[in-house]
């Protein structure tokens, strides 16, 4: 660049930088620069800038704010900083993440942003002691800190910091303590020198009882905060050791004032500084540091800090009395309790003002966030007979009146006008009207749902008559469902999703509403629900709380009653209502997206489960999550499902692979959906040949930034890695795949994990090149089409999608694409076994492949319970890993109650559920146990045993399995629960999995598999396949059956001769339709109470 035309860019970029920022360039040399055109705005990244830096001497620190298109950089000399802007000045910068270098220029700065001085001034009631410790008592207090870690790795990585607590732990999650439960570890002796010290120094300040060691390495920090008022009283003691810090203390009125922390010094925040100022510590690597008590400043790099952080905990039964009102969690607290209404007029006053007003101010952020259906309310709403008429009382914003089930007319009410204007934006038809009286005749509808509303009046009289309205508008025979949240968040000792992990709400007063503390326990009935509000996407200060009467279970029973339940009722012409307690919404802070109900345990069921007719869609585990690989039109193909495909010996059989190959974007992803709409089978992992291009050196990256590099080449694919990875696949292992970013040509440090599959589809440009590769592929599907429509399309694709100018595409498609597709990917065609011309506008052509595919699997597709079934011997002697209770006449007579088919359900209840406490009692007895002493209170000494498993998981297969886990539960302390649903195929009388929710760490539990009874063992050995995916070790799982079968005996020790099977009862004989003999019946209908049509047995 000749010289005129740097200083005329340079004086443009410096007018742009000095307008956006304030600040000012210096003529004469500082410490600091500023390099313009260097940010992040324009993709450069601290280390591109660091690395300029590499031989500089002394400390250099890079300040790059946020979205802007420059960056500072100060120095310990202002020799240096003359050095760097004279080298650096006009530069070409070489940046990895984009196809073309930029041009920097420096100007010398006199204060950077971000990187404030320390301040002689200090908040009010402020002290700062410096040297308060001395150098061996900071070397005892490092040492023992030490030793401690080496004893037990207790520390918590926060995102920030590393963090310990004693006394009393600080949960983040609420910003308090649990002041009922103390942790067994005090503050170390060897702090209590220094805090005597201390308290007799300042006798105003309170005897700490809780410690906080936090270590910060360089660079790392905490977030503005100020410790909770009604957590710990005042004066908070800071011991700073390892390093210097410089903490910013910041005012509400928006001063701030950084204050330098030195190395073992002691601050105390009290008064007016612990209560009204902010503090925090910016994370940087670098502080400014004043030298010598002069004007002077240096740059100082931080080294590790450990700082120690005692307080006082509040006595529960006080409250904060601070003259700080605005920042005092108690005084708002008081402030926003509110009595509730005695009358009707009042109710209708209140609503008005705690949930219609806030509504309308929130109703655009509310629709925004409530976009998912609850599922229960789906299920109904596909039951909804064609041409019937469906009210939605308080539609909200219609989430449930949309395109699904055209042929039911829907219409909607709610009193919130603005939702109403939404809805009618959406076209659905609504009316604005209050849920007490409706401007419906009587016996106009057929069915009603009404979601999320009754829990909002403020009276029992005032939510009787919602539903009586309802029932007013229903015609005979109709059904109205109606859900409300619940009080209970638990069922079984199982949390639902809406609770937040360790996190816990506070009691209020009895006569007054508390405001709920989102995701923890409702610890009332009534109270107010916090709505943290968003505008233009970004969350205000503005809190909105909404009023709410949260239902117990068994009051919905109650208020359900007059209206009968039955099927029955319904049939005789009665209405029937369906009153559910549901959980919450999944996010009622609406800066997190919603999922409302996703967790059907949650629910309080006021009739017997239905059988689903529908099968679940999507198969996930919160073991292993991972993204769809690919969404079509119809539905979303998910890779985590695990197969259903296993032998007999429960060995996964092998998948039925496709290739595809053809040119650069000539629809190979798009055939792969069309075939995988078409073949409609659930299992199907959709594997790129893109995932696979070799990490490229750096001589190979510079040629890629300047389209010079051959990615059409097969040198360009890592072949090895491919192969590897498809032998793996096929076999059902599970595989990582690397993510290779296009824009940057080098792979992602995440990669994606996919598993076995009915079907794997594998698509490429060379898919075909590699006979290796070739051998592995049962079907090869070439797509032929026409080059200009695949040039339009890669332009269209690399310069939207990837970053690239259509300059760069053209020279590398007429340098490599057309070439490459000449040489090495049309003479593939010879190879292939089906040529789809059009790619995935050729029906003709899928429905070819999807019939091939089909005929395949049928040919691989075995009956797999009947070959379960030839597999046992009559003459076979039971396995020894089989434990079966003592038939006593007790177990017999038990079972004589379950076995007979007259006996009434609540006694078939009651005595199943005395099988399934023995049954689990006699499992418990299987643990590994060790010998333990201990002392009783006679002073004498016992020995005993004590379990050697310190997790325990129960599995249950859903829906009977359920049915076991409260035995399991009521035994087993703080017991872990996981859930499978495996239903029969009865077209290949295979099991097929649906549903899978295990515990991230499962692997480190033993489990308890729960089914009340096996046939086959066809589901057992599903089961059992998949906790051995999830790393159970087999020697570490138990099966717990009511009553097995002795096939499904033999057949699950000849898969797995390491599980232990227990048992109440081994049954002879099973049936050609596989029920066992003589047996016990379909277990789940007859506990449930539930009449399904017959099903079989696995």
Partial sequence: MDNRKLVRKHLRSRETFVKHSGLSVNEEPTQHIVILNGGLSNSVTREEILVLFNDYTGSVDVNMPVGKPYCFVSFNEISEAERAKREFHGFSLARSCVASPCIVYTDFITDVPGLERPSSSKPQDLLLFEDYISPEEEELWLNQLSLNEQEEDSKAVMKHRRVKHYGYEFLY???????????????????????????????????????????YEPGQGIPPHIDTHSAFEDGIIIISLGSQTVMEFKNPDGVKLPVLLPQRSLTILQKESRYLWSHAIVPRHSDLIPVNGSNAITLVPRRKRISFTFRKVLDPKKICDCNW????????????????????QEAEKFEKEHVLKVYETISTHFDATRHKQWPKVTEFLAEIQPGSILADIGCGNGKYLGSENLDVFKMGCDTCKNLCS??????????????????????????????????????????????????????????????VWALEQERGNVKSKYLAKNKESTQQA?????????????????????????????????????????????????????????????????????????????????DVDSSAITDDATLSKLQPPKVNKKLRQRTTSSSNTANPVVRSGIRTIYTQGRPPWYDSRGQLEQAFMIGICGGSASGKTTVATKIIESLSIQWVSLLSMDSFYKVLTEEQHKDACNNEYNFDHPDAFDFELMIKTLKRLKKGKSIEIPIYNFTTHSREKEKKTLY????????????????ELRDLLDMKVFVDTDADIRLVRRLKRDIGERGRDMTGVMKQYDKFVKPAYNHYIEPMTHVADIIVPRGGENLIAISLIK?????????????????????????QPLPPKLCQLQKTKQIQSLHTMIRRKDTPRDEFIFYSNRLMRLLVELALSYLPYEKRKIETPQGSVYEGKACKAKKLCGVSILRAGETMEPALTEVCKDIRLGKLLIQTNFETGEPELHYIRLPKDIGEHHVFLLDPTVATGAAAIMAIRILLDHDVPEDQIMLLSLIMAEVGVHSIAYAFPKVKLVTTAVDKEINDRFHIIPGIGNFGDRYFGTDTKPEVDI
């Fill in 173 to 215: 999650s609420i910003n308090n303590v649990k002041k009922d439960s103390p942790l067994p570890e005090g503050i170390p002796n060897y702090c209590k020198t220094v805090l005597d010290k201390i308290c007799s120094e300042f006798p105003s300040i309170h005897y700490p009882d809780q410690l906080t060691i936090n270590q």
């Fill in 325 to 344: 009102k605005d920042q005092c969690d108690d005084y708002k607290k008081q402030e926003n309790n509110k009595i509730l209404p005695n009358t009707s």
């Fill in 422 to 483: 939404i809805c009618a934006e959406k076209s659905i038809p609504v009316f604005v009207a209050d849920a007490l009286n409706v401007p419906l005749r009587d016996n106009c509808v057929d069915a009603v749902i009404s979601i999320a509303v009754i829990h909002h009046f403020a009276t029992e009289e005032r939510r009787k008559r919602a539903i009586k309205e309802i029932l007013r508008i229903l015609r005979k025979k109709g059904k109205a469902l109606i859900c």
């Fill in 510 to 590: 009895k006569d007054l509403l508390p405001v709920h503390d989102n995701r923890t326990k409702f610890e009332s009935q009534d109270l107010f629900v916090p709505w943290h509000l968003r505008k233009d996407g970004k969350k205000s200060e503005a809190v909105y709380n909404r009023f709410y009467h949260v239902f117990k279970e068994d009051r919905t029973k109650k208020m359900a009653a007059p209206t009968c339940n039955s099927a029955d009722c319904a049939n005789q012409g009665i209405k029937t209502v369906e009153l559910q307690s549901a959980s919450s919404e999944s996010s009622i802070e609406a």
């Fill in 756 to 771: 076995g599959a009915n079907v794997v589809i594998f698509e490429g440009i060379l898919a075909f090149h590699s006979k």
């Fill in 851 to 875: 019939n091939h595919v089909h005929s395949q699997l049928l040919k691989r597709g075995h009956k797999f319970r009947s070959e379960l079934k030839e597999s046992a011997h009559d003459d």
